[in-house]
């Protein structure tokens, strides 16, 4: 559970247009100190444009940006911002004649307390190729060895674009846990990924763009109320009886209702089997999950969220 403290982005009709073409479309967007984001969207939905702006890397149209309480946009706030700010980008941009450590050290080198090199190695589990050159890494330990470079300054908001792509299975969980304490101690995150498990796992709020402008903005469960999508209420019955609103009665005797008001559906069902005198059995909800959900709101015929 993330534990809220000051606010390390606030974003107000951030807009990006080339002439007549807006790229990204008045988002709002918050992040805590503390907190996980989620920006999820299909491929062109505007969000790495609007992490782009958040970092500094690309300016805006017209909107208020504030991150760690400075513009982003003004040079001099900019250069501040670097002391405090930890960027993973989607792709690796390491210099291929330098070291593991070397690349850590002179990353270290840019800020007044940094963590010590070989400890955000130890952080990532690349102590054992710190010698390596980092040309012959492979694609997860180049990405993981991105986060070392981000982390060692110790950063107060930490950006993630696509933080896991490349890396094995246990890699990610051994990311995702990373992430957690960051979150934990009081680092804020906003991360774009297109495995939706991923954002379901590590996201307090989940921020849904499409067309570049924001579809939703909540917890899962917000999301699951605005998408209408339809929760899941099985069980079995003591005794043979018709079941008033019953969707579909499965082969091994499981009832299904599927619901929009689950507190509601649930007090009735219970009404009804003690007025008439049945039990019901096993009894349990299924919640829409994270990719119905979003399928629902951008009318997605797949779950991925490219990064765009």
């Known amino acids: 559970m993330s534990h809220r403290h000051g606010l390390a982005i606030d974003a107000e009709g951030l807009t990006v ?24 969207g299909p491929n062109g939905a505007g969000k790495t444009t609007t992490i782009e702006v958040l970092e500094g890397l690309r300016r805006r149209t017209a909107g208020r940006v504030r991150v760690l309480g400075l513009d982003p946009g003004v040079p001099e706030q900019r250069r501040q911002l670097r002391r405090d700010v930890g960027v993973v980008l989607q ?19 840019y800020y007044r307390l940094p963590l010590d090199p070989v400890d955000a190695l130890e952080l990532v589990d690349l102590v054992p190729l710190a010698g390596q ?9 180049q990405r ?18 696509e933080p896991t792509t490349g890396l094995d299975p246990e890699a990610r969980r051994s990311t995702w846990s990373f992430i957690q304490r960051l979150r934990d101690d009081g680092t804020g995150v906003l991360l774009t990924t297109h495995y939706l498990d991923e954002a379901e796992q590590l996201a307090d709020r989940l921020l849904v763009m499409s067309g570049g402008a924001t579809l939703a903005d ?22 043979q009886q018709p079941v008033p609103g ?16 689950v507190p509601a559906d649930v007090h009735a069902l219970l009404h009804w089997a003690a007025t008439v005198g049945v039990d019901l059995v096993d009894l349990q909800v299924k919640r ?21």
């Open 288 to 308: 829409p999950s994270l990719e119905e959900v979003y399928m629902s709101l951008t009318g997605a015929g797949h779950a991925s969220s490219g990064a765009t």
């Open 246 to 261: 019953c969707t579909q009665l499965l082969p091994d005797g499981t009832h299904v209702l599927d619901s929009r008001d």
């Open 218 to 239: 909540g917890t899962h469960q917000e999301l699951d109320r605005l998408s209408q999508g339809l929760a899941r209420i099985t069980f079995t019955l003591s005794s």
């Open 91 to 109: 792709k690796s941009a390491l210099d291929p004649f330098l070291t593991v450590l070397e690349s850590v050290r002179q990353r270290a080198s």
């Open 144 to 161: 993981r060895l991105d986060l070392a470079l981000a982390l060692v300054g110790r950063p107060r908001l930490l950006f993630l674009d």
């Open 17 to 40: 247009a080339y002439g007549d073409h807006a790229v990204v479309r008045g988002v709002d967007l918050q992040v805590h100190e503390g907190e996980v984001v989620a920006l999820l």
């Open 133 to 141: 050159l980092t040309r012959r890494l492979s694609g997860g330990q």
